[in-house]
């Protein structure tokens, strides 16, 4: 089936600009989740949704950073005025939470987000 | 707080060779954890985990894992390792406490298999 996807594969954008990222998971799948990962550094947790409401935004750096899920399936990661450092791959991952085979997040191919 | 540690960047193996990839971790409790492999400009995919049971896993493509909670590690292996398996490995932990879903990854560990 299919899996999760993003869009866009790949975001330019100039500094002060506002971006927002899409994620599609996997069909069914309740959990969804945000991670970023930066030039040679494993992904680091920005914020897991379970249905509509965010459950855990411990990891967003700051309000710059925004995220919605409002029918519980698609999610939007927003960031406003982007910033140089914000530059990174921003991955989304579903899971499907209630079985005891639902532990792994699966990853979509992620965005990348270059800020000039 | 739950933190990964890969003490190696780089790990290079002769193909048909055996492979060891290191991760050690740290939670307070018992802990949930896995391993991602990562191929250039693709997301990162699911190879095994650990949550419970018997400590030797199995998971894709011929790896498996060993837990040690003495030792606190989850090390990745493959008793012969093939060119395709040259890629970036993750290990990731998760606190099992209720209402923390979130992974800690390591730095990744670079595996290139020599022809």
């Known amino acids: 089936g299919a899996g999760v996807s993003q869009t866009p594969s790949n975001k330019v954008t100039e500094k002060g600009k506002y971006v927002e990222l899409r994620c599609d998971p996997i069909?069914?799948?309740?959990?969804l989740y945000w991670y970023r990962q930066s030039l040679g550094q494993g992904p680091e947790f920005l914020i897991y949704?379970?249905?509509?409401?965010?459950?855990?935004d411990s990891g967003l750096p700051n309000d710059r950073f925004f995220a919605v899920r409002p029918e519980g399936s698609v999610s939007t990661l927003k960031i406003q005025r982007t910033e140089r450092g914000d530059s990174a791959v921003y991955l989304c991952a579903s899971s499907f939470r209630g079985a005891p085979s639902s532990y792994e997040q699966y990853f979509g191919p992620g965005t990348r987000l270059t800020v000039t | 707080a739950q933190s990964v540690a890969q003490p190696e960047d780089q790990v290079n193996v002769a193909e048909g060779n055996p492979l060891t990839v290191k991760c050690t971790y740290s939670v307070s409790g018992n802990p949930y954890l896995f391993w991602y492999v990562q191929y250039p400009n693709r997301g990162l995919q699911f190879l095994l985990k650990?949550?419970?049971?018997?400590?030797l896993v199995k998971g894709s493509y011929g790896f498996e894992a060993e837990f040690n909670k003495s030792q606190t590690s989850f090390h990745l292996k493959k008793p012969s390792a093939l060119v395709s398996d040259s890629a970036l490995y993750f290990c990731?932990?998760?606190?099992?406490?209720?209402?923390?879903?979130?992974?800690?990854f390591g730095t990744g560990t670079r595996l290139t298999i020599i022809p």
């Open positions: 949704f379970q249905g509509t409401g965010a459950a855990d």
């Open positions: 990731a932990v998760r606190d099992p406490n209720y209402g923390n879903e979130k992974l800690t």
């Open positions: 069909s069914g799948h309740t959990a």
């Open positions: 650990y949550i419970t049971g018997d400590n």
